[in-house]
């Protein structure tokens, strides 16, 4: 049974999903935000990869009955698929579809009920398609060649995709800062080749003399920045933002690029109709808001906290998917 603090509820054990309140913890990927378990004294089930990234030395657990399958996202980034009561449930953590450059795409399972992600979930979140948004990069920093570049993004994850990008589309070795090197060193490990150089080593500060990119985290990343570098270096300096969220918001950067490692709406809608989910549980983010989109689409959708409710929003749902069936995505 699926609870709606987050747990899985099998015969034998409770498994929690990406928090550490189960007799065995689920982590699906290295964010912070997932990966307290790998800092507690609890068995996680985990992917070698999560376990590194996060700075962990524990062992993976298994369990039967359970596999896990990629997620996309991040390097290691995996979903929980699980045999219980006769059917198959799958957790997604945070998810992306299409392959990255440093990861490869989700893998859809067959399922009964699918917990899901939903950092984007209603339909105004539409990305653009990752390539389209690479070539958009590219020609910025071509445009751009006479200036100092400054990225913003994520340290762990994001960043490295901003390196493989830069590497691949631009033939640019950039600076990053000390964690994202060490990250870095992480995914070499893994087979993922990043060429970046630490901006805090001797090869680092004798390039901050010359042009540069360079990669920061994102919320050091702002015109103010971007004024301090040209007075210090004499070199103009443009910032750019690389996240999901710029499809909305405004940024203070020359350019914010559309580039997420989430599923936007319409993903979720194809994930859930590929894997046969009867019904689907929302979490992460505005999960009524989600559920409600959802129901709108003709799926049986509950958001996580609401579970307890569920047989009345079944009964609810079932005639909105009616009324909803004629127009659906
Ligand atoms: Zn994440």
């Given at each position: 049974?699926?609870?709606?603090?987050?747990?899985?509820?099998?015969?034998?054990?409770?498994?929690?999903?990406?928090?550490?309140?189960?007799?065995?913890?689920?982590v699906?990927h290295?964010?912070s935000?997932?990966?307290?378990p790998?800092?507690?004294?609890?068995?996680?089930?985990?992917?070698?990869?999560?376990?590194?990234?996060?700075?962990?030395?524990?062992?993976p657990?298994s369990h039967?009955?359970?596999?896990l399958?990629?997620?996309?996202?991040?390097?290691?980034?995996?979903?929980?698929?699980?045999?219980?009561?006769g059917?198959?449930?799958?957790y997604?953590?945070?998810?992306r579809?299409?392959?990255g450059?440093?990861?490869?795409?989700?893998k859809?399972?067959?399922a009964?009920?699918v917990?899901i992600?939903g950092?984007?979930g209603s339909p105004?979140?539409k990305?653009?398609?990752?390539?389209?948004v690479?070539?958009?990069i590219?020609?910025?920093?071509?445009?751009n060649?006479?200036?100092?570049?400054?990225?913003g993004?994520?340290?762990?994850?994001k960043?490295?995709e901003?390196?493989?990008?830069?590497n691949?589309?631009?033939s640019?070795?950039?600076?990053?800062?000390?964690?994202?090197?060490?990250?870095?060193?992480?995914?070499?490990k893994?087979g993922?080749k990043?060429?970046?150089?630490?901006i805090?080593?001797?090869?680092?500060q004798?390039?901050?003399?010359?042009?540069?990119v360079?990669l920061?985290p994102?919320?050091?990343v702002?015109?103010?920045?971007?004024?301090?570098?040209?007075?210090?270096?004499?070199?103009?300096?443009?910032?750019?933002?690389?996240?999901?969220?710029?499809?909305?918001?405004q940024?203070?950067?020359?350019?914010?690029f559309?580039?997420?490692?989430?599923?936007?709406f319409?993903?979720?809608?194809q994930?859930l109709?590929?894997s046969?989910a009867?019904?689907?549980?929302c979490?992460?983010?505005?999960?009524?808001?989600?559920?409600?989109h959802?129901?709108?689409?003709?799926?049986?959708a509950?958001?996580?906290?609401?579970?307890?409710?569920?047989?009345?929003?079944?009964l609810l749902?079932?005639?909105?998917?009616?009324?909803a069936?004629?127009?659906?995505?």
């Amino acid at each position: 049974m699926l609870t709606s603090e987050k747990c899985l509820k099998l015969p034998e054990l409770t498994i929690s999903l990406d928090h550490s309140e189960g007799d065995l913890c689920f982590v699906s990927h290295a964010h912070s935000d997932h990966a307290a378990p790998l800092h507690s004294r609890k068995p996680v089930l985990a992917s070698e990869e999560t376990i590194a990234i996060a700075g962990s030395k524990k062992q993976p657990h298994s369990h039967i009955g359970c596999r896990l399958i990629d997620a996309g996202h991040m390097l290691g980034a995996k979903q929980l698929v699980a045999e219980y009561d006769g059917g198959v449930f799958a957790y997604t953590g945070d998810l992306r579809l299409e392959a990255g450059l440093t990861s490869p795409p989700a893998k859809i399972p067959q399922a009964d009920t699918v917990l899901i992600e939903g950092t984007y979930g209603s339909p105004e979140w539409k990305f653009p398609n990752r390539e389209l948004v690479f070539l958009q990069i590219e020609k910025w920093v071509s445009q751009n060649r006479g200036s100092n570049l400054i990225f913003g993004a994520y340290e762990v994850g994001k960043a490295q995709e901003i390196v493989a990008f830069l590497n691949k589309y631009c033939s640019i070795v950039p600076l990053v800062t000390p964690r994202m090197d060490k990250i870095c060193s992480i995914y070499e490990k893994f087979g993922v080749k990043l060429g970046r150089v630490n901006i805090e080593s001797l090869e680092g500060q004798e390039m901050l003399s010359h042009g540069f990119v360079a990669l920061l985290p994102h919320n050091r990343v702002n015109f103010s920045l971007a004024s301090t570098m040209k007075s210090a270096y004499g070199r103009d300096a443009k910032t750019a933002l690389v996240t999901g969220w710029a499809l909305r918001e405004q940024f203070p950067v020359d350019r914010a690029f559309p580039l997420s490692d989430h599923v936007d709406f319409e993903g979720i809608v194809q994930y859930l109709r590929e894997s046969g989910a009867k019904r689907a549980v929302c979490t992460h983010g505005e999960e009524g808001v989600i559920a409600e989109h959802l129901r709108r689409a003709g799926f049986d959708a509950v958001a996580l906290f609401e579970l307890g409710q569920a047989r009345q929003l079944t009964l609810l749902s079932s005639e909105m998917g009616e009324k909803a069936q004629a127009p659906a995505l």
